[in-house]
């Protein structure tokens, strides 16, 4: 974010007058309207209302019914549907930098369009009139501020001034206005909507002997991040006093809980006070975040009320001292933009201390018991941060990573030229943020990383402000980042991607050396050593047969849990065959699934083709909704009617369809009473609908007679009533002598040839009128003079229809009828409407069909036929079908219930994550592949598989889901193993490596040496979330590998942990190290081994150190150094230990995808984006770029980590953790870096197809659970 807003409000500008005499500021000087005080949180809103008003507006935007001023005749007289309309159109236009826009509650919002548009709703009618003002109480928490999740169109509407200013005309003034400010976000200068502008505490010093501050609620004042320090001095100032000549200064103190505004005075240098410097520095700049408290000093007979130098000079802030309003570099000798920030509250810390000022960048001290272990450091929550928080004490609990920042290896490697790179910024904040984290003699025991949030929002707009965010997607990006301004390639050549030709086992492992060398040529870092790995993807085509295989990079694993959220349901199933009962039928499947998927599985289970079936949804006699196939299911809710016909023909609800000239005509069909006699003005009520409407299907020759038409609905209308042969007209005797009579379709009866059904079930013909009133059961007592007609069993005097009877219903044309009527309002509004069949005749030509596309028919019936035929309210509708369904249930239903029952007891564990992740899947629709030997598109089938292991293996767990249907978190239990990870059955190199090794093949000319090498991990990290969608809190678990002790991190909370509790429901990121006989880290760790060895001896100044490394295996022969237990260890340049061994180079690997996309092609990548455009680089920083689908790979480290004192006592907290295994670490005991994997990507794991086989024969302990990637 930037301060661009700071100089767009009118009044602001106007407002700003000089300083006061005596160069100290006071209350006169200047009185901005930007800040507000408030002593509630609602006052937030007060503040943003005036703000608004400061700010001028656009008033050429076009088309405008009225001017900015909309208190006008034309704005007031608009009718419903101008008025949606309107407020549309300013909805649709772009928000530009320093305009006001309000947020409008969505529940309130759609309310109001359904009402102005005429729909009926589920919930009813709405009238205009009884809205009221604009309601945006479910915006607010019990405090009245703005909820920290807010998802436009979910929750939310955004609407500019003219818009907002509409709604008051209308509607009334509301109690809760939410104006908001749009300011320019990061280095690109976005325009966003601030949601929650920082809100302030403002207290008042004075000299009391109280030890803490007392008196009324102090109060707040709220302000946009782009406002100045200066403009916030005065708006404190007014907070807290209505003198206007007294001159003040102004403290910050240390973020705490402050009952009263008087504050005393004894307590400034306990709280760490820092003088605000009143300069035209941005909030954001001055890294002022929400809530944090300001004491306001003032003079009192010219003197001040503390001696300022007996204040302890503080580290803290000292951002705020800027007075160019220039941000202080990241880095200088003696005051590192992360030393700047004093003393936390105390937290609950593993060692207890008191808090000394040092060098934070100290190597490890030789004392027995250091002041504060090192990386025990906790982060300070600066509004919504732990999300990273929690992220940045995994990757910082990574040890090969840490060593790399630590020893300064990465400010050789930085590369500010990269144009997909940060310019090394996010690289430099990262390292002097581990500084921190890995101090020895770390000053407090939690710190708030303002500077590195400063950084990260500025090159990632997406995680400005205050909201809560994903952990998964900064780790995606942080590791992109570093990846990227750490890539030792400076100018990346063009590379083809290599093309599968076909062949065995040799020639797919040089396919997979080519493609991952020629990634190689364009991407190598610290980041590709260590968490990069390969994969393969397979597609067949389902036509030829034809084979693609491509192999490409992943940075980390996206696993789907296989308890995928079910959507239950049942669906009424209408045949189309009147002689099969219509049943219900209870359905399973995915929320995620669309209706297309549905029919599939009713058309198997229902012996019918699914493009045949047509799914709509029911609601007040009508048909609600068009359920094809853009419909998930999960929209639905679990009162919603559904309905599934099935037809003669295509539904044509596939997407896919193309329609022929000889498609039939598929229309709804409405029962609904004939209107009483009412007033004209009246009538657009409509008629009233009744019973259940259904589908009729008339094809191109039908639709040329009324009487065809008219034959076609009533043969549909017979599986709805009981008395269904009362329907046609039947006589006995030869069918062929049957005269057809017209079809009448007005409301009088014609004189007609009549059947009738006597008592004793014997048919009467007769001729005579028909009547218009009356009880139609009264026509029993018609007979035939004649006598009764006597049956036989001859054939002549078998009883046959000869059509159906005229007089039942009036049938009436509908137009405009689109999608069967759904999402449409009353009978007879907007453009809803009745055509006479003359008026269609006479608009027709000869011959043609009278039928057009959005038609519908509507059904009226008098109250004596609707009586007998179907019955009434009353008589509880006796003789109507619409409520006889016959049960049916299948056995994939039944089976799918009692295998969810027996999964539910098992429990699920990472390997049935990763099952489900290597499943072989069909494309979708969307979704095609071109296949080169067809040429055309085709859903072929594809399957993931691991290729390449990495060394740091991030593993997601798939919690969330964020689709239209469903936004929820799966809680579910995975459990996953602390030690032993295995995964030599997944890694499909490794395999094929054996294979051809045992066949004569040099493995080592294809990069496959080390065969014996374990591919198992152990875990050092864990990422987790608690709570729902959008919201909760995250927390990390870490292994210390310098204690060799677990810790829990909540934020600036840092509390000692056993192992056992970071295998939890809760588990989101899980960071594995691979065990190995060598050092980890290939290129890198030679890179800090050889900066080790240059590096200077310490410094005087500095303690010398001593590391007692137990449990250490011997330096391998190959390696120089000794190979005795206790390795000796050199400091680096920055005074931390580090490994004397080395290791063969790891290839690199591409960083992480942040979209569930496909990886590019080479060709692809060769031509970047970035490479072709003018832009200026640091705008070009910022872009989202489609980067291939990586998963990131972790190598767990041994079990038996290194301890930092031989005589340090035991941890009871940590016993479980010692594995079996032996492991060579080579790590320096100072650093530990976890990395975690990221919830928003796609990327898909891959396992071996045998997987299930091979676990069952060689998994025997059962926390030895592979990990899984997603696509």
Not at 504 to 524: C, F, I, P, V
Not at 1007 to 1023: H, I, K, M, R, S
Not at 1042 to 1063: C, G, L, N, Q
């Amino acid at each position: 974010m930037e301060s661009d807003t700071s100089s767009s409000s009118v009044k602001r500008s106007a407002s700003e007058g000089p300083a006061s005499g005596n160069g100290l500021p006071s209350p006169e000087s200047p009185a901005l309207s930007t800040p507000v005080i408030s002593h509630q949180a609602s006052d937030i809103d007060e503040y943003m209302a005036e703000q608004g008003e400061s700010d001028s507006f656009d008033t050429t935007t076009p088309n405008l019914p009225a001017s900015s001023q909309t208190h006008n005749y034309a704005m007031i007289n608009m009718s419903p549907l101008d008025k949606v309309a309107f407020i549309k159109q300013q909805r649709g236009r772009s928000m530009v930098i320093g305009e006001t826009w309000y947020l409008i509650a969505r529940p309130w919002y759609k309310r109001w369009s359904i009402a102005c548009e005429g729909i009926i709703d589920k919930d009813g009618k709405v009238e205009e009139k009884d809205l009221g003002p604009v309601d945006n109480t479910p915006l607010l928490d019990k405090d009245g501020n703005v909820v920290s999740s807010l998802l436009e169109g979910v929750d939310v509407e955004f609407v500019p001034q003219h818009a907002w200013d509409a709604l008051v005309t209308w509607y009334g003034e509301p109690s809760h206005s939410l104006p908001r400010t749009v300011i320019a976000r990061g280095i690109l200068h976005e325009p966003v909507l601030e949601l929650r502008p920082p809100r302030l505490k403002a207290l008042l010093l004075q000299d009391t002997p109280s030890e803490k501050p007392i008196g009324p609620p102090h109060p707040y004042v709220t302000m946009s991040t782009t406002g100045s320090v200066k403009e916030l001095s005065t708006a404190l100032v007014k907070a807290v006093s209505i003198r206007t000549n007294a001159a003040y200064r102004i403290w910050k103190v240390e973020p705490g809980d402050f009952d009263g505004l008087q504050y005393p005075a004894a307590k400034l240098a306990q709280d760490g006070a820092v003088l605000l410097d009143d300069n035209d520095q941005s909030l954001e700049d001055a890294c002022i975040e929400p809530d944090d408290p300001f004491v306001i000093e003032f003079q009192e007979n010219g003197n001040w009320i503390v001696d300022a130098s007996r204040i302890p000079k503080s580290n803290a802030s000292s951002s705020l001292a800027s007075p160019n309003g220039v941000p202080p570099p990241l880095f200088s000798s003696d005051d590192d933009f992360f030393s700047r920030l004093g003393n936390k509250l105390p937290s609950a810390q593993a060692s207890q201390s008191t808090p000394t000022l040092s060098a934070p960048f100290q190597s490890l001290k030789s004392s027995k018991k250091a002041v504060q272990d090192p990386g025990t450091l906790g982060l300070g929550n600066m509004g919504n941060t732990c999300f990273m928080n929690s992220a940045l004490q995994c990757l910082a609990h990574l040890e090969e990573l840490t060593d790399y920042f630590i020893s300064g290896v990465y400010q050789d490697e930085l590369n500010p030229d990269n144009p997909l790179g940060m310019h090394g910024a996010i690289a430099e904040a990262f390292g002097s943020l581990l500084q921190r984290i890995w101090a020895t003699n770390s000053p407090s025991t939690s710190y708030s990383p303002r500077e590195f949030k400063q950084q990260l929002q500025r090159f990632a707009p997406q995680f400005s402000g205050y909201q809560q965010h994903d952990s998964q997607e900064l780790v995606a990006f942080l590791l992109d980042g570093l990846h990227e301004d750490l890539n030792r390639v400076l100018k990346k050549p063009y590379v083809e991607k290599p093309d599968w030709e076909g062949g065995g086992d040799l020639e797919l492992a040089q396919l997979a050396q080519k493609s991952w060398e020629g990634y190689m040529q364009r991407n190598d870092s610290v980041i590709v050593d260590l968490f990069q790995g390969q994969y393969q993807s397979t597609l067949v085509c389902p036509e030829c047969q034809k084979v693609s295989i491509t192999f490409d990079p992943f940075m980390y694993l996206t696993l789907p849990l296989p308890v995928q959220k079910k959507w239950r349901h049942t669906v009424f199933y209408v045949p189309w065959d009147i002689s099969k009962p219509h049943v219900r039928v209870p359905v399973e499947i995915g929320r995620d699934a669309s209706f297309k998927e549905l029919r599939i599985l009713l058309g198997r289970w229902m012996g019918t083709k699914p493009e045949n079936l047509l799914t709509l949804e029911i609601f007040s006699n009508r048909f609600y909704k068009n359920l094809d196939d853009s419909i998930l299911c999960g929209e639905m809710s679990d009162n919603d009617v559904i309905v599934c016909f099935e037809l003669p023909c295509n539904s044509r609800q596939g997407r896919s369809y193309k329609a022929q000239n000889d498609d039939p005509f598929i229309f709804p069909v409405i029962l609904t009473d004939v209107p009483p006699i009412r007033p004209a003005y009246n009538y657009n009520r409509g008629p009233t609908m009744f019973g259940y409407p259904f589908i009729v299907v008339i094809d191109q020759e039908q639709a040329k007679s009324l009487d065809a038409i008219y034959e076609a609905v009533v043969l549909r209308l017979q599986r709805w009533t009981v008395n269904a042969r009362d329907l046609f007209k039947w006589q006995v005797g030869s069918s062929a002598s049957t005269e057809h009579i017209p079809i009448h379709i007005t409301s009088i009866p014609p004189i007609d040839n009549l059947t009738e059904i006597t008592e004793n079930g014997e048919i009467l013909a007769v001729e005579e009128p028909a009547i218009e009133e009356g009880d139609i059961t009264d026509q029993k007592n018609i007979v035939i003079q004649e006598g009764d007609l006597a049956m036989d069993t001859s054939a002549d005097d078998i009883p046959h229809i000869v059509g159906p009877k005229k007089d039942i219903f009036n049938l009436l044309l509908q137009i405009n009828y689109k999608d069967y009527g759904a999402g449409f309002g009353a009978y007879g509004s907007s453009s809803q409407r009745n055509e006479s069949w003359e008026t269609r005749i006479d608009n027709v030509e000869e011959g043609t069909p009278l039928l057009r596309e959005g038609d519908a028919f509507f059904c009226e019936f008098d109250e004596n036929m609707k009586a007998y035929y179907f019955g009434d309210d009353h008589s509880r509708w006796e003789h109507a079908r619409w409520d006889q369904w016959e049960e049916f249930t299948h056995h994939e239903y039944t089976d799918a219930k009692q295998a969810a029952a027996d999964q539910k007891l098992k429990g699920i564990s990472l390997n049935d994550c990763l099952a489900e992740f290597t499943k072989e899947e069909q494309l979708g629709e969307d979704d095609l592949w071109y296949c080169p030997q067809c040429k055309k598109h085709q859903q072929a089938t594809k399957k993931f598989d691991l290729w390449k292991a990495p060394d740091i293996l991030v593993v997601h767990l798939k919690r969330f889901s964020n689709s239209r249907a469903l936004r929820d978190k799966i809680d579910t239990f995975v459990d996953f193993p602390i030690q032993g990870l295995h995964l030599e059955h997944m890694i499909g190199e490794r395999k094929i490596a054996t294979k051809l090794a045992e066949s004569g093949v040099d493995t080592r000319e294809l990069g496959l040496d080390d065969l014996d090498e374990p591919l198992t991990y152990d875990l050092f990290a864990v990422d987790e979330h608690l709570g729902g969608l959008g919201g909760g809190h995250y927390r990390a678990y870490a292994l210390n590998h310098i204690t060799d002790k677990w810790y829990h991190f909540d934020d600036s909370y840092v509390t000692p942990a056993r192992s056992t509790e970071a295998v939890n429901a809760n588990a989101y990121l899980l960071f594995y190290r691979r065990r190995s006989s060598k050092p980890l880290g290939g290129k890198s760790h030679e890179k800090i081994q050889q900066a080790t060895a240059q590096s200077p001896s310490p410094s005087p100044g500095l303690d010398s150190v001593s590391v007692q490394m137990d449990n250490r295996l011997p330096t391998p022969p190959s390696e120089s150094g000794p190979s005795s237990k206790e390795s000796p260890l050199r400091l680096s340049n920055s005074g931390w230990l580090t490994p004397q061994s080395k290791s063969k180079s790891s290839p690199s690997s591409s960083p992480p995808p942040l979209d569930d996309i496909e990886p590019p092609t080479f060709e692809e990548s060769g031509y970047d984006d970035i490479l072709q455009t003018s832009l200026d680089p640091l705008s070009v920083a910022s872009h989202q770029f489609d980067f291939p689908d990586p998963s990131y790979k972790t190598s767990p480290t041994s079990s038996n980590e290194a301890e930092l004192d031989e005589d340090d006592e035991d941890d009871d907290h940590d016993s479980d953790r010692t594995s079996p295994h032996t492991t060579y670490r080579g790590r320096s005991p100072s650093l530990d870096v976890l990395s975690t994997s990221s919830p928003g990507s796609n990327m898909n794991p891959f396992s071996d197809e045998n997987e299930q086989q091979y676990i069952a024969q060689t998994d025997k302990d059962s926390d030895d659970i592979p990990s899984s990637v997603e696509p």
